[in-house]
């Protein structure tokens, strides 16, 4: 079953600015824009507006052309787009799953569910008598695939039903090529071969020609052969409207948020009975989030005021945790600034991020457990006190030039793909920040380094290990750049460090090569 919002964009509007259908919207043409390059660009537009001739697609500026007295609003495309998720969801009282017909469409699956409404016919309008329920305009339609019933429920009369043993050519063949859901520079190129119909494609792609070559379908597999995409493909299109092709489509999935709340019999105004509350809403989240094997990454608290004012405080965590005293110390610091006005009556604890978390062992001997703090735990207390921005944590970075191996992000962010330092173990632990130039004095040019100068001293070499080459990165750098010859040496004094050669003797990219210190090692 297909179900076409015809009007989303409009009624969405409505609703959110408490606009009934015959007030307010219609008393004047109106129509929602948005900002583009080339100046405002309409989105929609209502029944006066549309009437007027302001069409979706069209500038601002040649609306007001054909009526002066239009009136503008912001359209929304993201609110929408949530909108007809939310939609999408609340389908589902109509069969088991459904998915997104974008930008104002939705798809339910009502295999061996239209008996319980009293059948086809009822289950419809059932589904108007639903949407008109909540103020919004539907039209709806069923055939045996999700192509067949999109094309009936946006060019065919209302209720259009095609059964599954029907041919579906009897109830499309008449409707414009439009219903293939194709593009629009297909669907021109279409029409200047005087193809408007489905009938028409239909009788080009199922007979032959009288000179005994190929059909009409090679030819227009020849002509369109070059277009991958479904929407810019008639051949494709119509398969999967035939059902000779099959169209997947991506179920909408409903996501529950994990979220405890308390009702108080009084209302508070004191810290310590907040405390207290937020410690109870805490433990109770812990057991909400270890119900569902998952932990916390954003969590947030509302603070209901008896005044009807909503307080809101938010929380990140650097890594999933269902920690109740975790949460509890992190939240303290947030509601210091907190005005409790003429008390707070209600407290809300909701988690809109949650991560899959395992179950732990807990130690049996509590004399034995660690009273350390691990460092996502250290992360969240320094980012709930000194800011998000204030605190980056190193990760590691996929590139084998040492400067390179190793990135800055805030300690919050997803956690991208860790690159594979195996490799690389032997890196030292300390790494300059910037590689410091160093006088040294060698045998040979290509030879293992004997003494060195860093910093004004000199020192003595007793052990080298090395050299280990490094390239540099071709795909990136220009070609003049210079190989790299590291060695791990130890002076006299027992110190060791990792220098590098930069440059090889004769290698065409430079004179004599330069010698550098870049990290400490253990």
């Known amino acids: 079953m297909a179900i076409w919002l015809a009007r989303l964009s409009v009624d969405h509007w409505r609703l959110c600015n408490g606009i009934s259908v015959g007030e307010g919207a219609d008393s004047e043409p109106t129509a929602l824009v948005v900002e583009t390059a080339h100046g405002p660009r309409i989105e929609a537009a209502n029944d006066l507006g549309h009437a007027a001739g302001a069409r979706a697609g069209m500038m601002l500026a040649d ?15 993201a609110g929408d787009r949530d909108f007809l998720e939310k939609l999408a969801i609340w389908s589902q009282r109509w069969g088991p799953w459904s998915a997104l017909d974008p930008p104002d469409g939705v798809l339910v699956d009502i295999t ?37 019933a999109w094309a009936l429920a946006r060019f065919a ?32 190129v279409l029409r200047r071969l005087g193809l408007k119909r489905l009938n028409d494609l239909t009788v080009i792609v199922s007979n032959a020609d009288g000179s005994g070559s ?83 990454r954003r969590l947030e608290i509302g603070l209901w005021r008896v005044d009807g004012e909503v307080l809101v405080r938010q929380l990140e965590l650097a890594a999933a945790t269902r920690d109740a005293k975790h949460i509890v110390r992190l939240f303290a610091g947030k509601l210091d600034d907190v005005d409790a006005g003429f008390g707070i009556e209600t407290v809300r604890l909701r988690s809109s991020w949650a991560e899959p978390l395992e179950l732990e062992q807990g130690a049996i001997d509590k004399a034995s457990e660690s009273h350390g703090t691990s460092l996502s735990a250290c992360l969240d207390r320094l980012a709930a006190r000194l800011g998000s921005r204030a605190v980056s944590r190193p990760v590691p970075h996929a590139s084998h030039i040492p400067e390179r191996a190793q990135d800055w992000q805030a300690p919050l962010a ?72 590291y060695y791990r040496i130890e002076d006299m004094r027992g110190q060791r460090y990792w220098i590098y050669r930069h440059g090889v003797i004769n290698d065409g990219r430079g004179g004599l090569p330069d010698w550098y210190l870049q990290g400490l090692c253990a």
């Open 414 to 485: 997803r956690a991208g793909a860790s690159a594979t330092m195996q490799k690389y173990q032997d890196r030292p632990l300390k790494m300059l920040d910037r590689p410091e130039r160093i006088e040294v004095l060698y045998a040979s040019p290509d030879g293992h380094p004997q003494r060195f100068r860093w910093r004004g001293k000199v020192h003595e070499i007793a052990r080298v290990e090395g050299p280990e080459r490094i390239a540099p990165e071709w795909w990136r750098e220009r070609s003049h750049i210079r190989l790299r010859d």
């Open 112 to 148: 061996a569910a239209a008996h319980l409404f009293g059948g086809e016919e009822r289950l419809l309008k059932d589904v108007e008598a639903a949407f008109a329920k909540r103020k919004l305009v539907a039209r709806a339609a069923i055939a045996p695939t999700a192509g067949a």
């Open 214 to 296: 190929a059909g009409g379908r090679d030819a227009l597999q020849r002509r369109f052969r070059s277009r991958k995409s479904p929407s810019a493909n008639p051949l494709i299109r119509l398969d999967q409207l035939l059902g000779r092709v099959p169209e997947p489509l991506l179920p909408v999935v409903a996501h529950t948020m994990p979220m405890v709340q308390r009702r108080l019999l009084e209302p508070i105004r004191h810290r310590q009975l907040l405390d207290r509350v937020l410690s109870d809403l805490a433990q109770d989240m812990a057991r909400v989030l270890e119900g569902r094997g998952e932990g916390a």
């Open 63 to 77: 609306a007001r052309t054909l009526c002066p007295e239009l009136k503008v609003a912001p359209a929304d495309p």
């Open 157 to 188: 009369p209302p209720r259009a039903i095609v059964g599954p043993k029907e041919d579906p050519m009897r109830s499309l063949g008449d409707l414009p090529v439009a219903a293939l859901r194709l593009d629009t520079d297909v669907l021109t």
